[in-house]
């Protein structure tokens, strides 16, 4: 079993729609969490930062923690075409641990 | 403020053969980190250098090997390529305590 699991999708909704992504992990130890989005042929930027349970927004994007089940997520509110790409969660343990861990990653299309 | 820069882009190469790729990193920053990424395996910590130091290593073969330099920039080498070699290797930059990591778009190699 992965230590991140996340469905690879892939994930079509139209324009307007939320999208909702999710994780799980099994390794209690992960405490700090990320989202990544990566479009076709280009290296993941960094969407999101959390290390509390709990929400935090920026924009469109929501990021949600929840440690006591393992378990994060994140919205995208009134999704665009431009949207679409692939979204990866990572996590490590310590703040200057650069070693992240990722999940497969899950590839969303919004239709126009 | 330029973001980290990956070269070549893309390579080609045989089995067998070694292959030396380069990563320059946002300016301040200190830790580079390099992983692969292939359409099964998803993103893998290769290793992390902070300080010309190596700090953190993944569970890769001897053949993969790296460095970094004084002024942070990075290198990774892989010798005696085989097949399954094949990957998108991204490198990563990171400055604050909160760890945050900025990757670059990536280098494309391809083995043959």
């Known amino acids: 079993q992965k230590e991140v699991e996340q469905d690879p999708g892939p994930l079509s909704v139209p324009e307007g729609a939320i999208v909702s992504l999710n994780c799980t992990y099994s390794?209690?130890?992960?405490?700090?969490f990320m989202w990544y989005r990566q479009y076709s042929r280009k290296g993941p930027e960094l969407l999101m930062y959390?290390?509390?349970?709990g929400n935090k927004e920026d924009g469109r994007f929501t990021a949600q923690v929840d440690k006591s089940s393992k378990y994060i997520s994140l919205f995208i509110r009134d999704s665009q075409p431009s949207d679409s790409a692939t979204y990866l969660c990572?996590?490590?343990?310590?703040?200057?641990?650069?070693?992240?861990?990722f999940g497969a990653g899950t590839t969303v299309t919004v239709r126009a | 403020k330029a973001g980290v820069t990956q070269t070549p882009r893309y390579l080609i190469k045989t089995r067998g053969q070694q292959v030396t790729l380069s990563c320059s990193p946002i300016?301040?920053?200190?830790?580079v980190s390099w992983y692969q990424q292939t359409p099964g395996q998803g993103l893998q910590f290769l290793f992390e250098?902070?300080?010309?130091?190596?700090?953190n290593k993944g569970n890769f073969p001897g053949r993969f090997s790296g460095r970094q330099f004084s002024n942070s920039r990075s290198e990774m080498n892989v010798s005696t390529l085989e097949l399954g070699d094949s990957a998108l290797y991204l490198c990563?930059?990171?400055?604050?305590?909160?760890?945050?990591?900025?990757f670059g778009p990536g280098t494309r190699l391809t083995v043959t």
């Open positions: 990572a996590m490590t343990i310590r703040s200057n641990d650069y070693k992240l861990s």
């Open positions: 300016s301040g920053h200190r830790s």
């Open positions: 250098y902070f300080s010309e130091t190596q700090r």
């Open positions: 959390t290390y509390s349970s």
């Open positions: 390794n209690s130890a992960f405490q700090y």
């Open positions: 990563a930059s990171s400055f604050g305590p909160q760890g945050e990591q900025y």
